[in-house]
């Protein structure tokens, strides 16, 4: 194992975690480091789309993630106001039978755990900030806040949309905000029973510029969760968010439907998350450093394939590191660019855009998509 070429991941989130698994599967020497002292259970919902399931597949956790997650039969789109029905995306047996998995949606936090148990015991590294790196030619020195240093053949940045590794490549720049903010908050299941309304498995309620988008995060229906996109004007964004409220949450969706009063009334926390965003970069990876998800390619979360990008990217790094040996990285990363730059930004222009799924449309293109079965573009394609 210890003459084994090296793989370093900085971010043990969705991406990183994807990658690691796979990478270990396909018989790579792997570490992930993390900055987070310990893992907890950080975040709230998040949908995973067949696109993603079929990568679960792989990383032999696709039965246990199905198992804990909530299996909406339909994405309703509604209008926020008056309720009447502008799309009804079939999922449930419509997804396994078109799409090739389920569509499921659950809580990040469980989902992160999960992805952690298909990895090799001990190469989790937590408490580990990458303050520098320093790529040699010959390999690559990854230097961290607690003094420790590391060394590594290739090193993958999974480290989300403030990546120290994307700051190495092309330099300091902050993301740009969006004009957008996303209140989020949980609910418990049980505080729903006392209403005689309908509490939809998974509804987005929209007006003409702002929307809220609802859905259990359990199959037992004991988590109900919302997220929305508000215009907002820019604060100084200290933190990753601020505590909102019931107040704000009933100045913003006050003349939305009963079933949105319902859940705000249920709101016991609500924070308020600035939704954030980067151009297109110019270059993927250089000498022995390449990015993947957020720290590639971050987008407004609304179409709900942000996550869905980073795990799809590392299935195909994955895939092209096999094809080429670890040995001929330079192709592999050459190679990977290629078969992903095309789909991530479309996605990231959709999800920019929001207006996914607010009308009747085939949403094939996405859940549809299996990264593994792709034919793989040559570098000159
Ligand atoms: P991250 O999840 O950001 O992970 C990066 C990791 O790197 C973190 O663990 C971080 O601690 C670590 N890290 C950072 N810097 C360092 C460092 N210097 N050293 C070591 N470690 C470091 N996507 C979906 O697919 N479906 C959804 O339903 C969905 N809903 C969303 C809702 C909201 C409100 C938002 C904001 C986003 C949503 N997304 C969704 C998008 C999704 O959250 C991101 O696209 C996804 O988390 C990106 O994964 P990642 O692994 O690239 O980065």
């Not at 008056?82 to 469980?110: C, M, N, Q, W």
């Not at 480290?159 to 949980?186: C, F, M, Q």
């Not at 215009?231 to 107040?247: I, Y």
Request: proline fraction near 4%; glycine fraction near 8%; include cysteine.
């Amino acid at each position: 194992m210890s003459n084994m070429k090296r793989i370093a991941i900085v971010g043990a989130g969705l991406g990183g975690l994807a990658a690691g698994s796979l990478l270990q599967k396909a018989g790579f020497n792997v570490q992930v480091y993390e900055q987070s002292p310990v893992f907890s259970r950080l975040g709230a919902g998040i949908h995973m789309g067949p696109n993603v399931l079929k990568v679960f597949r792989r990383m032999g956790i696709e039965q246990q993630l199905e198992d804990l997650a909530s299996h909406p039969d339909f994405w309703f789109s509604r209008d926020g106001e008056t309720g009447e029905y502008l799309s009804r995306i079939p999922l449930g047996e419509f997804a396994r039978k078109e799409y090739g998995a389920a569509y499921v949606t659950v809580h990040r936090g469980d989902l992160q755990a999960m992805q952690m148990t298909s990895m090799s015991p001990g190469s989790i590294h937590f408490g580990k900030c990458l303050s520098s790196v320093e790529d040699s030619g010959s390999d690559v020195v990854l230097r961290f806040q607690d003094g420790s240093e590391e060394r590594a053949d290739i090193v993958i940045g999974a480290d989300g949309i403030n990546s120290k590794l994307r700051e190495h490549l092309l330099g300091v720049e902050a993301p740009t905000y969006s004009g957008w903010v996303a209140h989020r908050a949980l609910i418990r299941g049980e505080q729903l029973r006392k209403y005689n309304l309908d509490f939809e498995d998974c509804v987005k309620w929209w007006s003409e510029d702002r929307h809220l988008m609802v859905y259990y995060t359990t199959k037992s229906r004991d988590e109900y969760y919302y997220v929305s996109g508000v215009p907002h004007p820019a604060w100084d964004f200290k933190g990753s968010f601020v505590d909102s409220s019931q107040q704000e949450m009933l100045e913003t969706f006050g003349h939305y439907h009963p079933v949105v009063q319902a859940l705000i009334e249920c709101s016991e926390s609500v924070t308020k998350w600035p939704l954030l965003n980067r151009q297109p970069l110019p270059v993927w990876s250089e000498g022995r450093i390449v990015l993947l998800g957020d720290a590639c390619h971050p987008m407004k979360p609304h179409m709900a394939q942000g996550a869905a990008m980073a795990i799809e990217d590392a299935a195909m790094l994955t895939r092209c590191l096999t094809e080429t040996g670890l040995e001929d990285y330079s192709t592999a990363f050459r190679l990977y660019e290629v078969n992903r730059k095309e789909r991530a930004s479309g996605v990231q222009a959709v999800s920019n855009a929001n207006t996914f799924l607010r009308t009747q449309e085939d949403p094939a293109w996405v859940y549809g998509y299996d990264v593994f079965a792709a034919p793989l573009k040559s570098e000159g394609a």
